[in-house]
């Protein structure tokens, strides 16, 4: 019999998703020497000749990731694929294969399946990655989808979380908080559909921001362009939690500090009119939302030239020693630590009050 050593009862919400995720692996290690990287960045890393292959997972929860009322099946497919391939892209990878496990109840008939596929086989198209494979299981309510992607990346190119360096440059990708204030749109529209069938939805003027909730690219043009200008990043992350929660794991993972510049921190117009619509200010949408999908990495002072160059890459900061800790420098020059409220599915009710 295996004794069960634990008699106390810790409540998830006491971890939040990562505390959950260190509680559970931070006592595993590797046995073979082929797993280059196993937990703990956006995917791991294995021996593959000259090159590495990289593999990642994602789980998508009815419920919880998505809400029926306003995903249409088509853009969850093309979206559950998509946030695969941006960890791919995170490691300065390409995808190469997509597996999806799907669970599902008798609510959906195929055609609403067809239409789910119909977003996977696009996004397969677009990023052209292959569909190679998965697992189809019922379910006794909600639909599950489990993804997992390879990807390859030349060894002597491949970028993780852990290796910033004081001095480095901090640059992030496209615009940030657009997803968040998309959701909030579409909630909105929902609570009021809900109140009277009868309103047709008012996303009007919005179609950014929905766009990019509810079909988000992965940034592997950045990726290419970065290649072309001959930058290679000392450390990347994509955004799926928000630019506060993943710059912390640059941070900590590369056991240095920050300092952000929040008139820096790129923020598309309409993003800005929705926060203030919401009551709430443009940065914390951009801080502590999540799912824009863009990449955050770090690159080194010489390379500023190059990367100056580039159109829709941000230079938002810099890299600092881990004595001076992580801080955000607001618009009226005050010194702000920043902390990860995250969007954080554990615990989504935090910052959305
Ligand atoms: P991302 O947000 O980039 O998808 P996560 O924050 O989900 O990454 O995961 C961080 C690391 O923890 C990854 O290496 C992932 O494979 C690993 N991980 C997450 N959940 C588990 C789990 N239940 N068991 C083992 N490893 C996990
Ligand atoms: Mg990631």
Redesign the pocket.
């Known amino acids: 019999m295996l004794e069960d050593s634990h008699t106390a009862r810790t409540e998830l919400s006491e971890l939040g998703?990562?505390g959950?995720?260190n509680r559970?692996?931070s006592d595993?290690g590797t046995i073979h020497p082929s797993t280059i990287?196993?937990?703990?960045?956006?995917?791991?890393v294995l021996e593959n000749g000259d090159l590495l292959t990289l593999v990642?997972?994602?789980l998508l929860i009815e419920g919880i990731h998505f809400d029926m009322a306003f995903t249409p099946l088509k853009h969850l497919g093309y979206k559950a694929a998509v946030?695969n391939f941006s960890?791919i892209y995170?490691m300065n990878g390409s995808p190469r294969q997509l597996f999806v496990g799907i669970s599902v109840s008798n609510r959906f008939s195929a055609e609403a399946l067809d239409e789910l596929y119909a977003g996977i086989k696009l996004a397969c198209k677009h990023y052209h990655v292959d569909l190679a494979g998965g697992d189809t299981t019922a379910s006794p309510h909600g639909l599950f989808l489990a993804l997992t992607v390879t990807g390859t990346v030349d060894k002597s190119k491949v970028v993780y979380r852990n290796t910033a360096q004081p001095g480095n440059l901090v640059c992030v990708t496209g615009d940030l908080g657009a997803a968040y204030t998309g959701l909030l749109m579409l909630e909105r529209e929902k609570q009021v559909f809900l109140a009277n069938p009868d309103m047709q939805p008012d996303l009007e003027g919005h179609d950014y921001i929905i766009g990019r909730q509810l079909k988000p690219e992965a940034r592997g043009d950045v990726i290419r362009k970065l290649e072309e200008a001959g930058i290679l990043p000392t450390a990347m992350?994509?955004i799926?939690?928000g630019l506060a929660s993943e710059i912390l794991?640059i941070c900590h993972d590369s056991n240095t500090g920050c300092r952000l510049y929040e008139e820096k921190i790129p923020i598309d117009p309409m993003t800005v009119a929705t926060a203030e619509e919401f009551n709430i200010s443009p940065v914390t949408a951009a801080l502590n939302g999540g799912e824009d999908y863009e990449l955050l990495f770090t690159i080194s002072m010489n390379d500023y030239e190059k990367i100056r160059q580039l159109t829709d890459v941000s230079v938002i900061g810099h890299i600092t020693a881990a004595d001076e800790g992580c801080n955000l420098v607001t618009g009226d020059n005050v010194l702000v630590e920043i902390t990860a409220q995250g969007f954080d599915h554990m615990n989504r009710g935090a910052i959305k009050g």
């Open positions: 998703e990562f959950l995720i559970l692996t595993v990287k196993g937990i703990g960045d956006d995917a791991a990642s997972t994602d946030v960890d995170a992350i994509d799926s939690d794991h």
